[in-house]
């Protein structure tokens, strides 16, 4: 279990621009960081409906509702003006989407956090974290191929520019984020309709909502050099999971095989990485070796 972040000084009066903030991640980033009495928070989306929808839930005069997509540089780099920090959870995230799209994901996963890197060297922001994926390591799909690079990126760039700071976190799954599989079996039960999953042996990485916001956070607060910070976590079979969260038996569900591009069993860290990590009681640290 990560433990929980204690209150920090490190966002008053800052002014913050979060990249995909209406995303489940984006939007728990923006749910701390309201706490945390800054100047203004920038809620950048090219998700109209979900802008809206975010503007009447939070009802904060702190916030700041921008529509527009991380593709388009010179939109990125209004959004980024005057801005203090910047975290970067804009995505193409679905294995799905992006095997059949793939050139879709790597113009946003790839070529749009290279547009909010240039913007924020060029706007002169202190700390950029980005937001990675489980799926990086050893990438078998488009997606996870677009999110390794996106690691890279971040710490070529960093070399290029080291007077702006820069982080990676490499998560695990978020438990009930939006499009993944806790919502989509509630869905289905409640509909009376047949539970399906991929795989009885389909091994995944969960992490709660708090656990993410605390991990993200510290890596924000302490990460440099563009390093990849991994928060060492317990695999759990899917199933059991599901056992857990909705008191169902293997007997009740329905497997129909693994699709196009997803592994049996996601790892967090290679063996080849694992060799150079800096190993603490909770993460791992991936330091950049580039020079």
């Not at 976590?233 to 007997?251: A, M, P």
Request: charged share 30%; net charge neutral; glycine share 4%.
């Amino acid at each position: 279990m990560l433990k929980k972040m204690t209150k920090t000084n490190f966002f008053e009066n800052r002014t913050i621009c979060v990249f995909g903030g209406t995303g489940t991640i984006g939007s728990l980033i923006i749910e701390y960081l309201l706490k945390q009495q800054p100047s203004s928070i920038r809620v950048f989306s090219n998700d109209e409906n979900s802008l809206w929808e975010k503007e009447q839930e939070w009802n904060s005069d702190k916030l700041r509702f921008l529509l527009g997509d991380i593709r388009d540089y010179r939109r990125v780099l209004r959004a980024v003006r005057n801005t203090d920090y910047v975290f970067n959870s804009a995505a193409i995230k679905h294995v799905s989407k992006a095997e059949y799209n793939p050139i879709e994901a790597v113009n946003t996963n790839i070529l749009g956090l290279d547009n909010i890197i240039e913007a924020c060297i060029s706007a002169n922001v202190k700390k950029l974290l980005h937001i990675s994926t489980d799926k990086a390591c050893e990438p078998i799909c488009v997606m996870g191929y677009t999110k390794a690079i996106g690691e890279r990126i971040m710490q070529t760039r960093w070399i290029q520019n080291p007077t702006f700071d820069m982080v990676s976190v490499r998560l695990g799954n978020v438990l009930g984020s939006r499009g993944s599989i806790i919502p989509i079996v509630r869905d289905l039960i409640e509909q009376n309709k047949p539970i399906t999953i991929t795989d009885s042996n389909m091994v995944r990485y969960f992490m709660k909502e708090n656990e993410v916001v605390d991990f993200i956070m510290k890596a924000f607060i302490e990460g440099n050099h563009a390093d990849i910070w991994i928060p060492k976590l317990k695999e759990e079979l899917l199933i059991d999971v599901l056992e857990r969260e909705f008191k169902i038996s293997e007997k009740e569900v329905i497997f129909i095989g693994k699709r196009k591009g997803e592994k049996l069993k996601e790892i967090l860290i290679s063996q080849d990485e694992l060799e150079d990590a800096q190993s603490e009681k909770e993460y791992w640290i991936l330091k950049n070796t580039y020079d």
